[in-house]
């Protein structure tokens, strides 16, 4: 992802977003479930949750229907870019 995407992603950050994808790493545990959240958000929960969670099919959706939803990569590229500022008003 270049700059000029990543920065049109940050300004969307208060979007309504929701994420799949997520799987539990425990035996007999179920996959945890999110509710829609702004999109900053979401980047934020899933960027902090590496290591806690499988999110090696993550996607976050947000935005029209055509817009490709966020893999773990592009998660990781942009909490790298802008971290806690996904939060900011």
């Known amino acids: 992802m270049d700059r000029p995407a990543m920065a049109s992603v940050f300004r969307m950050r208060h979007v309504p977003a929701s994420i799949s994808g997520v799987r539990s790493l ?3 545990q179920a996959d945890p479930i999110f509710h829609s959240r702004p999109l900053g958000e979401a980047i934020r929960l899933i960027a902090q949750a590496e290591g806690q969670y499988d999110l ?6 947000y935005g ?26």
Not at 56 to 61: D, E, N, T, Y
Not at 67 to 73: V, Y
Not at 79 to 84: F, M, N, T
């Open 26 to 28: 425990g035996r007999g």
């Open 56 to 61: 090696s099919a993550v996607a976050v959706f």
């Open 64 to 89: 029209d229907r055509q817009t490709p939803p966020l893999g773990n990569r592009e998660i990781r590229q942009l909490w790298s870019e802008y971290g806690e500022r996904w939060m900011e008003a």
